[in-house]
C-alpha cells in the first residue's frame, strides 16, 4: 500500500512538474523598459553596458499586472484601476498593433531618429496565435499613466500569473536579438573600444557574446 502511495506522489508531482515548463499559449499584451547594466567585456579590448529589463507592465485576462526589477530582485503587483484606465490601455495597445519592428525601422530610416532620456521601451503582444514585437515609446506610457489612477496590489510570485515568465524571457530574448542586429537604429554606441583602434559602428557580425 505504501509503494503504491509514493508511486502516486511521484506521478504529481511529475505531472505538476511538467504543467509548471510547459509554456502558456494564451493572449496578452506587455511592455518592458530597459537600462543600462554593469559593463561586461566581450573580448579585444571591446566593452558594453547589456540592456536589462527593469520594469514590465502587462494586460492579461483583463487584469494589469506589473513587475518592478531592482537589483536583480522583483516586486510583483496589480494594479487596481477604473474600467476606463484598463481600456485606454487596451486602446493604446491597439495603435501598436498597426506596426512591427521593421515598419518602425523603416520609418526612423527615412526620418530619421531623435533620440531622448527616456529609457528605452519594447512591446510585446500575442494575439490569435501571433507574436508581434517592436519598439514601444516611453511617453505613450507616460501620458497614459498621468491621466489614470491606480492602487497597487503586492503579489506573492505563487500568485502571479504563471504566464509571466514566458513574457519576461520572450521581450529579453527580443530585444537581445535587436540589440545585437545590423538594423539596430544606434549601433555604434553599443560597444565601446579601449587600447585597440576601434571602428565605431561595429555590429560584432550581428552575434550576441
Known amino acids: 500500500?505504501?509503494?503504491i502511495y509514493s508511486i502516486l506522489c511521484i506521478l504529481?508531482?511529475?505531472t505538476s512538474c511538467k504543467s509548471e515548463n510547459t509554456p502558456l499559449n494564451e493572449d496578452f499584451r506587455a511592455i518592458c523598459f530597459v537600462s543600462n547594466g554593469d559593463e561586461i567585456e566581450l573580448g579585444n579590448g571591446i566593452y558594453m553596458n547589456p540592456p536589462v529589463i527593469h520594469y514590465v507592465l502587462f494586460l492579461y485576462h483583463d487584469t494589469i499586472f506589473q513587475v518592478q526589477i531592482?537589483?536583480?530582485k522583483s516586486t510583483c503587483s496589480y494594479l487596481k484601476c477604473r474600467r476606463n484606465g484598463k481600456d485606454s490601455l487596451e486602446s493604446l495597445f491597439k495603435e501598436y498593433d498597426e506596426t512591427s519592428l521593421n515598419e518602425q525601422l523603416?520609418?526612423?530610416k527615412k526620418n530619421g531618429y531623435l533620440g531622448t532620456c527616456s529609457p528605452d521601451g519594447y512591446f510585446l503582444t500575442r494575439?490569435?496565435?501571433i507574436l508581434n514585437f517592436g519598439l514601444f515609446i516611453y511617453m505613450d506610457y507616460n501620458q497614459w499613466s498621468k491621466h489614470y489612477y491606480w492602487k497597487e496590489i503586492k503579489l506573492d510570485p505563487g500568485q502571479f500569473p504563471k504566464i509571466y515568465p514566458t513574457i519576461y524571457h520572450?521581450?529579453?530574448?527580443k530585444q537581445w536579438d535587436y540589440f545585437m542586429s545590423d538594423d539596430y537604429y544606434y549601433k555604434s554606441v553599443r560597444t565601446i573600444g579601449r587600447g585597440i583602434e576601434f571602428i565605431a559602428d561595429t555590429s560584432l557580425n550581428g552575434k550576441m557574446y
Open 1 to 3: 500500500m505504501k509503494l
Open 12 to 14: 504529481i508531482l511529475l
Open 70 to 72: 531592482r537589483d536583480k
Open 106 to 108: 523603416k520609418v526612423m
Open 127 to 129: 494575439k490569435n496565435e
Open 170 to 173: 520572450t521581450l529579453n530574448s
